[in-house]
């Protein structure tokens, strides 16, 4: 029988895989499911989920404060034994301090991933996970044409929890006449997918998931001169330097990335979802309008109170507005 992997858990994309898998671990992120007695009002049904994630392979759970809801959510369920990382994310990145604080971040992630058992990575071993996480990255979008909207989340959800990089004949394929759109908001939780099964039904089809597990927030290209020079100072300006997220401030980065998406992928609306007490994404919702110039619909993810039926009526309903 093959051994359990070793999972460490992440929360934010702003984690480097490649450095968890560096040290000998299998990172893994999650959609986390209900969160039941966690879940309450004033709770950020995400985070609360993300907490008290369970199965027989996770070995840590790795928390980021990119939000005060994850930053508290560290604090839900702490009489479980599974160890616990609270990631100290810079809001700010403009400033060489702040970058400098996100690399020792970095490293003090390294140095509790060895206490629980891992390994110190080599330049060569850190040099060959980034290379196998960009190929798969590549691999991934690619796929994304001939995906409907479901089945590339799937695949999508896969590799980030397991590094399992599909390959072959998509089990499910995009219609040609779907219309194509951009899913942009709060990270979607395993309950919430059966979204993208009703964009799939009204006609539509996910042409760039701008949702923290879509490839909106994939650090840049790496550069292999410099990897060669410093892999580890290239990881971290891959990711820290350049990656759009709406907690950044000034979130100015995020609002030239969705200028630019309408050059770079053909959409013609954006589906705009957000949890009740995601008030970072709730805030900018105007903005997003305005910038992105496009059809927005916007929709409420309620957690287990979802009106799928009033849901089915607007995603139909716009979808034949954009026809």
């Known amino acids: 029988m093959a051994p359990t992997p070793r999972a460490i858990v992440y929360s934010s994309p702003f984690l480097p895989p490649e450095w968890i898998a560096a040290h000998g671990w299998t990172p893994s992120r999650r959609r986390p499911g209900p969160a039941s007695e966690f879940e309450a009002e004033g ?9 008290v994630l369970a199965g027989p392979d996770i070995r840590a759970r790795v928390f980021a404060t990119t939000c005060d809801p994850m930053r508290r959510g560290a604090e839900i369920g702490t009489d479980d034994p599974i160890p ?14 702040a970058h400098g604080l ?12 060895e206490r629980l ?13 980034m290379e196998r996480f960009e190929a798969a990255r590549e691999t991934l979008l690619a796929r994304r044409e001939i995906l409907s909207s ?29 219309i194509p759109l951009m899913l942009l908001g709060s990270p979607l939780r395993a309950d919430d997918l059966h979204l993208l099964d009703l964009l799939d039904r009204a006609g539509g089809w996910v042409a760039a998931d701008a ?4 490839e909106r927030e ?43 998406a309408r050059n770079r992928t053909p959409v013609r609306g954006i589906v ?38 009033a849901w089915t009526t607007r995603i139909q309903a716009f979808l034949e507005m954009l026809a």
């Open 43 to 51: 709770v950020c049904r995400f985070a609360a989920g993300f907490a």
């Open 84 to 97: 616990r990382f609270l990631f100290h994310m810079p809001a700010t990145w403009q400033t060489p301090e």
């Open 102 to 113: 996100y690399r020792e971040e970095l490293k003090r992630l390294g140095r509790f991933l």
């Open 117 to 129: 058992g891992g390994c110190a990575p080599t330049p060569a071993g850190l040099m060959e996970q």
């Open 150 to 178: 479901r089945a590339h989340a799937e695949e999508m959800d896969r590799f980030h929890a397991t590094g399992e990089v599909p390959s072959g004949a998509p089990a499910v394929p995009r219609p040609k006449s779907a």
């Open 211 to 214: 949702t923290e597990f879509g």
């Open 218 to 260: 994939w650090p840049r290209r790496f550069d292999r001169r410099r990897m060669g020079e410093d892999a580890f100072d290239e990881l971290a300006d891959a990711y820290f330097g350049h990656m759009p997220a709406i907690f950044r401030r000034p979130n100015g980065r995020f609002f030239e990335w969705l200028a630019d």
């Open 272 to 309: 705009f979802a957000a949890h009740p007490w995601c008030d970072l994404w709730r805030a900018e919702l105007p903005r997003i309008r305005e910038v992105s110039a496009l059809p927005v619909l916007s929709l409420h993810l309620a957690g287990e109170g979802n009106a799928e039926g």
